[in-house]
């Protein structure tokens, strides 16, 4: 284990106390790019981690406009409510154009953000996806050893963002909304495979019938996949957020999902592999980082995509050249002629 640095070993005990000075600075440092403060960043995650892993993990996805923000208000009142304190990380994905994250406004979840049991953060992606699993993995890790009960991870639209969201999660829950024949088109398919529980959202008013139709329309569709996990097949439920019914189902639902994954092993198994996925996304986004910060291949790139643009290379030939460049023995021949020379 690296020595922790005093301030290190500082924040981590006020962090553990309940700080949330303490723990928003802790995420600031995790989510950094400098080196020192990355260094700084993985000494206090040596000292907190063995206080982690006993929150519940819950991702929540849904496409722009389906109600996540109201949901997951309501949803997090209803929590602290059972005596829970709860922990919200906002993926951003696209947050790149800025370098910034267009989920970043509290107002959003006005309650929710106030109350003295819940912790809201943006948690921005800077355009990698190794970013969104290294910068919420490592916040997440953060909130749990805070002591947080509960940690919601939510996501925008459907897309990637959500295959790197659901592989840190115990649960995952896509929001969706009444009309299915249309809403079926749009859902891919990796998505619903995914899912813990489809929740149709918006049950409210004169849309009760409609949601209650797509909620059997979506019950049917997943009877065609196979479940992701042996011990649990994927619930549908209608909600309303706006009337914050159905949050006790929804908890219910979380609970005896984690219940039967306890019992077979498979939460244990299942955290297990997703520590081994990140390590080896960690390794894949590092091995890019180094790779493309040689000179030679900097050199080379632009040649490389020119040559593809203009369709006298291959990507896989330009690849392969650009590689090649990692050859130890090619590198030595080169040598060895230019000192003959």
């Known amino acids: 284990m690296t020595r922790p640095s005093p301030a290190t070993d500082e924040l981590a005990a006020e962090l553990r106390a309940g700080n949330r000075r303490a723990l928003a600075k802790a995420i600031t440092l995790v989510e950094s790019t400098r080196a020192d403060h990355q260094r700084e960043a993985q000494r206090l995650l040596e000292l907190l981690l063995p206080h982690t892993g006993h929150a519940i993990r819950i991702g929540v996805s849904g496409v722009p406009g389906v109600g996540k923000s109201t949901f ?14 709860v922990a919200v990380l906002a993926v951003d994905p696209s947050s790149a154009r800025t370098g910034g994250s267009i989920l970043g406004d509290k107002t959003r979840m ?13 948690s921005p992606s800077a355009g990698s996806f190794g970013g969104v699993t290294r910068r919420t993995r490592e916040a997440l890790l953060v909130c749990e050893a805070a002591g947080y009960d509960v940690v919601i991870v939510e996501t925008v639209g459907v897309g990637q963002s959500e295959f790197a969201v659901a592989s840190m999660v115990d649960f995952f829950l896509v929001l969706l909304l009444a009309g ?3 809403e079926l088109q749009g859902i891919k398919k990796g998505i619903l495979e995914l899912a813990d529980a489809l929740a149709i959202n918006k049950a409210d008013g004169d849309n009760v019938r409609r949601a209650q139709q797509a909620a059997a329309e979506y019950r049917s569709a997943l009877r065609l996949f196979r479940p992701a996990s042996p011990s649990w097949d994927p619930v549908v ?3 309303s957020a706006l009337e914050q019914r159905g949050m006790d189902v929804i908890w219910s639902t979380v609970l005896d999902h984690r219940t039967r ?3 077979s092993g498979e939460l244990s ?3 297990r592999d997703q520590l081994q996925a990140w390590f080896w996304t960690m390794i894949d986004d ?3 980082r180094h790779f493309m910060a040689r000179d030679d291949v900097r050199r080379l790139l632009p040649d490389m995509e020119a040559a593809i643009a203009s369709a006298k290379l291959t990507p896989t030939e330009a690849a392969r ?3 090649a460049l990692l050859d130890p023995s090619r590198r030595e021949a080169k040598k060895a002629v230019g000192s003959r020379q």
């Open 72 to 85: 997951i208000e309501a949803f997090g009142l209803y929590l602290i409510s059972r005596g829970k304190r």
């Open 110 to 122: 006005p309650s929710l953000s106030t109350a003295p049991e819940a912790f809201i953060r943006p």
């Open 180 to 182: 299915a024949g249309d």
């Open 237 to 239: 439920m209608t909600i």
């Open 261 to 263: 994954l306890e019992a």
């Open 269 to 271: 198994h299942k955290r």
């Open 286 to 288: 590092g091995l890019k």
């Open 321 to 323: 050249r650009l590689l």
